[in-house]
């Protein structure tokens, strides 16, 4: 595995696991072995993620990596993640110069030649086409009608989502505001010890289906197509 690519992996392990909800677990990780080396809590930490199903190999880039391999994987999303951020979005994690957590190596010709090697023959000039992607998908002002737009608020994305509701498209945004409210927390299986807010959350999805399916006139399946009434 190069060393660029596992400094990508390793970059990625306090931001992924604030986004998932499990900073708390990460920061006992550490706290378990204050006082000893860096090399003993770099290597905890690296062990935490592996057991936790995230091993540094899901970064590799170049022939013979996962990254590489065109096969369908039901059970792994990485190689379709990874073309939508070098053609779509660009999420290049790039090390920040006012609160440096990632290596130098990761810059944004890193990201590139990463786009490169994992996609081999994808020409990158003019990739990421991220301000055409903002216009096809709408920004901040997404147009779709009947859409539930939610968030934990300690999810990074919740800053690329719609959030302000707007009645006149029936769509509804609700950010859950709760301690490790991460992404898509409120598709996790429910817990005994979930905030009230995610709670809540839960519960005004539930009504809102309900309401769109009470709403919903069952068309002849094959000949018409789905509406909804206004």
């Known amino acids: 595995m190069r ?6 992996f390793y970059g990625d392990i306090a931001t992924g696991d604030v986004q998932y909800g499990h900073r708390v ?15 003993t809590i770099f290597q905890e930490v690296v062990a935490a993620q592996v057991a936790a199903g995230n091993p540094p190999e899901g970064y590799a880039s170049g022939p013979g990596f996962k990254l590489n391999n065109v096969t369908i994987d039901v059970n792994d999303s990485g190689r379709q993640w990874n073309y939508q951020v070098c053609t779509e979005y660009g999420w290049f994690q790039t090390p920040s110069q006012i ?20 996609f081999e023959g994808l020409d990158m000039t003019g990739k990421p086409a991220a301000w055409q992607t903002t216009v096809d998908q709408g920004g901040f002002n997404i147009g779709g009608t009947n859409i539930f737009f939610t968030n934990g608020s300690e999810d990074p994305w919740q800053w690329a989502t719609q959030r302000e509701t707007r009645p006149e498209l ?3 945004s609700r950010t859950s505001t709760c301690a490790h409210c991460g992404h898509c927390a409120e598709l996790y ?14 519960e005004m999805i539930a009504d809102w289906v309900a ?7 069952p068309p002849d399946p094959i000949e018409q197509p789905m509406m909804f009434l206004q």
Not at 211 to 217: G, P, S
Request: aromatic fraction near 8%.
């Open 3 to 8: 060393t660029d690519d596992f400094m990508a």
């Open 25 to 39: 677990e990460m920061c006992d990780t550490i706290k378990a072995h204050l006082g000893e080396s860096q090399s």
């Open 99 to 118: 609160h440096p957590m990632r290596s130098e190596l990761i810059n944004t010709q890193y990201w590139i030649n990463f786009c490169s090697r994992v």
């Open 170 to 172: 029936n769509q509804v």
């Open 189 to 202: 299986t429910p817990l005994p010890t979930d905030a009230p807010e995610l709670v809540e959350t839960r």
């Open 211 to 217: 309401e769109m399916l009470r709403v919903y006139i």
